[in-house]
């Protein structure tokens, strides 16, 4: 992974991603975990089993928990599945 690309906060200390199960074929790997979605500048959503993730996160912010199933049979995390209704 082009760890340049990341924030500077998981620069030196990538956490693993825990595998979600997927159907037939998966259209994301492990790493689609990293898909959060930001509510504001303080809060961000990520999946349950992502336990390394919220652990480092919630150093820095508040962490809602939702599950979402079928992220990598659908290629997709919580911030691919959402539509902007507003953006400032």
């Not at 504001?40 to 809602?64: A, F, G, H």
Request: contains cysteine; neutral net charge.
């Amino acid at each position: 992974m082009k760890t340049h690309l990341l924030p500077e906060g998981f620069r030196d200390s990538l956490p693993e991603m825990a595998e979600r199960e997927f159907y037939l074929y998966p259209y994301a790997s492990k790493w689609i975990g990293m898909n959060v979605l930001t509510i504001n500048p303080e809060t961000v959503m990520i999946d349950p089993i992502q336990v390394d993730l919220k652990k480092q996160l919630s150093t820095k912010m508040k962490v809602i928990e939702a599950p979402l199933r079928h992220s990598r049979t659908l290629g997709g995390g919580h911030h691919c599945v959402t539509c902007d209704l507003e953006r400032s």
